[in-house]
């Protein structure tokens, strides 16, 4: 598992990690997480988190063809 996040793109989440390297901008996959996190309920599962922020990617990504 190590070795599998050792490769991952860093990400706003590193922010959760205690010894995690920071990057100095943000992300597209950042600032769709955040704009999930402001578009839904407070109380919103994590499963809604994930799925509303797949959404939005999929589809500025097809917006952006």
Do not use: H, K, P
Not at 3 to 10: D, K, L, T
Not at 21 to 49: G, H, I, K, P, W
């Amino acid at each position: 598992m190590a070795e599998v996040a050792g490769r991952a793109q860093r990400s706003i989440l590193t922010l959760i990690r205690a010894n995690a390297d920071r990057q100095s901008e943000m992300s597209r996959f950042d600032l769709t997480c955040l704009a999930t996190l402001y578009r839904l309920r407070f109380n919103a599962t994590a499963m809604e988190v994930a799925m509303t922020t797949a959404r939005m990617l999929a589809e500025d990504g097809e917006e952006a063809r």
